[in-house]
């Protein structure tokens, strides 16, 4: 069965061509299309085995930009099928599901104007989710489509958990309430943990951590997500590249009176001008940071260590409210890849019963590897993340099921 995975923003086209069976995945193909909407718009596509091909072209919407790719999938001398017949199935990443969808579901009528319905919850993200939907359908009648929602894994969490301490009528008006993002990465990173320590997780306590440009902490039990720290926006939680994270909402009420600033002045600054770069005055960017931070700069140091501290903060919080906690995992770019800040956040947890291996951190970069000591009681790790497989396998298991 082959699958194609699609991952659309505003601008922007992830894809991956996957080639499913019940034993084995293999990327057949993958690739990013960008800057949609402008006439310098650039598709970079990379087959299994061949050499990596980019194009410069006008490409003014996704319909155009998803036709570009099944173009480069089944060009004579960089594509991998023949025909875009052979593609089986077409799987989504859609962000925001409400409260109606705890898992994947083969895209209906029904389903597009649930995910239409949740354009206020997702305004960044579910209207661009859409277009891809809607591309496909026009390029590909007939084929069966799959959503696989960031909100899905979270749907387990309690009341008492997703709640807030509003009046409650705004929940039953518009939803208000905690839905949890990145829920594809932490299902993945969680399994994944299972096969790596060679332990059934479910009867572990495990806190995930997918540190990005945007970032989140989440709480597993019994393979159920329990809490997590982005909210109904993902601009809650952790401190990010440029979003607030956590913030007294009187702070804002406090900056819109004396800056005279709109809603959507507020919502910028929360969005795009907070975060690490707002703390630093530098770059969003980590790696412009850990540099800084090496040369001894004081707001760099600050940024990186506010970080650590919520992400450390964030670890200890799960941990009670799971009376236990038996893995730490890392992943997402800064999860995987930024070692100093593991180290910064791992170091002084033995109360836990996590001894940290700093040299066995140290240099670890994009690979799965433990990072605590072997006698710790609480196992650390760093697990790369691979949202498209979860959605290639959704969409596999529910065609199996549908077909």
Do not use: W
Not at 85 to 97: F, L, N, P, S, Y
Not at 221 to 232: A, C, L, Q, Y
Request: net charge negative; glycine share 8%; hydrophobic share 35%.
């Amino acid at each position: 069965m082959v699958v194609l995975v699609l991952n659309c923003g505003s601008s922007s086209i992830k894809y991956q061509l996957f080639n499913m069976d019940e034993n084995e995945e293999t990327v057949m193909a993958k690739g990013i299309v960008e800057r949609i909407g402008f006439t310098d718009a650039v598709i970079s596509h990379k087959p299994t085995g061949k050499d990596k091909y980019k194009e410069v072209k006008p490409i003014m919407d996704h319909t155009s930009g998803i036709n570009l790719v099944m173009t480069a999938l089944v060009d004579e001398n960089h594509g991998v099928i023949k025909s875009v017949e052979e593609i089986t199935a077409v799987g989504h990443r859609v962000v925001q599901g409400g409260e109606k969808y705890q898992e994947s579901v083969l895209i209906t009528k029904e389903v597009i104007q649930d995910i239409e319905a949740c354009i206020d919850l997702a305004p960044l993200h579910n209207p661009a989710n859409l277009k891809g939907i809607i591309s496909v359908d026009q390029l590909l009648p007939g084929i069966p489509q799959i959503a696989v929602f960031d909100t899905s894994f979270h749907q387990s969490m309690p009341p008492h958990a997703f709640m807030y301490a509003i009046p409650r009528e705004y929940y039953e008006k518009y939803g208000v309430r905690k839905y949890g993002y990145h829920g594809t990465s932490h299902k993945y990173v969680y399994k994944r943990t299972s096969q790596i320590l060679g332990k059934d997780t479910r009867a572990m306590k495990v806190v995930s951590c997918h540190l990005g440009n945007g970032a989140s902490v989440t709480a597993i039990e019994h393979g159920r997500s329990m809490d997590t720290s982005m909210g109904f926006t993902p601009v809650d939680g952790l401190i990010m590249g440029t979003r607030t994270g956590d913030i007294d909402p009187g702070v804002l009420l406090f900056l819109a009176d004396k800056e005279h600033l709109s809603l959507k002045g507020i919502s910028n600054m929360i969005n795009k001008r907070s975060g690490m770069v707002g703390i630093s005055e530098i770059s969003s960017d980590m790696r412009d940071l850990e540099l800084a931070y090496y040369e001894g700069n004081e707001r760099a140091n600050l940024a990186l260590t506010m970080y650590a501290y919520r992400v450390k903060k964030f670890i200890g919080a799960y941990a009670a409210i799971m009376n236990g906690l038996d893995c730490v995992i890392f992943t997402g770019g800064i999860g995987e890849n930024d070692f100093n800040i593991r180290r910064m956040i791992l170091q002084n947890m033995d109360y836990l019963g996590l001894d940290f291996d700093e040299p066995g951190n140290h240099g670890v970069k994009g690979e799965d590897k433990i990072i605590t000591k072997p006698d710790s009681r609480v196992t650390a790790l760093v697990v790369r993340t691979n949202e498209e497989l979860v959605i290639a396998t959704d969409t596999y298991k529910i065609l199996e099921k549908c077909f």
